[in-house]
């Protein structure tokens, strides 16, 4: 997908509500991700960050303008085959985690492998693969509520690489964790950005930010900076 772009917004907009409880979460955003990039979107509570970012990976449906994800338009997909589309080219990660409590870790990232329609032995190989790359190999067998939460989200992130993601789409990701937590995700999304895997990353956290190839700042349901269009260039890692 090198030189492609994954994600493609034109006037994107969703609004709530009408009249004078009209709320305008995103309005008329228009954006290109191309394949590679870590893109950070930060700004104040309530600017339109999350909703953004559930419009790029269709977890909401925009009530105007368009969205391409993978070159196909979902805006205007069947329930269903964006479903499919979700599955098999995107990964999500969430502030609180949402693993399954009952599942071991090992487990967590196994089940989504085995959606993601790997056979069950590639599924296990895959899923321990990944615990290993997220740090966690001898955690493989615990069940969250044996975890920390930084080991939560680890397992997170390896779960939202089973399907080896076109993106992945993380909101707040360490938003409900302590500084060292934070550290250790951080490291990991260095490494993925590193490894090539395009990222975009809603955070209040400047740290995260400063990892980033582009940072867009929202205010009020629209873009109020973006580094790409600014020109800054962060130094010489690429
Ligand atoms: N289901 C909804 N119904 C009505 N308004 C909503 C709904 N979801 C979000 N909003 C409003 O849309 C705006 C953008 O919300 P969003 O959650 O996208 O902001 P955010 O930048 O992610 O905030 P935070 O940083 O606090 O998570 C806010 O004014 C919010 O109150």
């Avoid at 034109?10 to 709530?16: A, E, K, S, V």
Wanted: aromatic residues 2%; neutral net charge.
């Amino acid at each position: 997908m090198t030189g492609s772009t994954v994600l493609r917004a034109r006037g994107l907009t969703r609004r709530y509500g009408e009249d004078d409880g009209l709320v305008r979460a995103v309005d008329e955003v228009d954006l290109d991700v191309p394949a590679g990039q870590a893109l950070a979107i930060m700004g104040p509570s309530g600017c339109g960050k999350s909703t953004l970012l559930h419009l790029l990976g269709g977890l909401q449906r925009p009530t105007g303008g368009q969205v391409w994800l993978a070159g196909h338009r979902i805006d205007t997909m069947s329930e269903r085959a964006l479903a499919r589309l979700r599955r098999d080219s995107v990964g999500f990660v969430f502030q609180s985690f949402h693993l399954m409590d009952e599942l071991t870790a090992v487990e967590n990232v196994e089940l989504a492998a085995l959606l993601a329609g790997r056979r069950p032995r590639e599924a296990r190989r895959r899923a321990l693969h990944l615990l290993d790359r997220v740090g966690l190999a001898d955690r493989a067998g615990h069940l969250p509520s044996a975890l920390s939460g930084g080991q939560r989200q680890r397992v997170a992130i390896a779960r939202a690489l089973s399907n080896e993601p076109l993106v992945v789409l993380a909101d707040e990701p360490t938003g409900n964790l302590d500084s060292a937590a934070t550290l250790d995700v951080l490291r990991l999304f260095e490494e993925l950005r590193t490894a090539g895997q395009t990222l975009v990353v809603v955070t209040h956290d400047a740290r995260i930010a400063a990892v980033a190839d582009r940072v867009i700042s929202m205010r009020d349901g629209a873009f109020a900076d973006d580094s790409q269009l600014a020109g800054t260039v962060h130094d010489g890692r690429r």
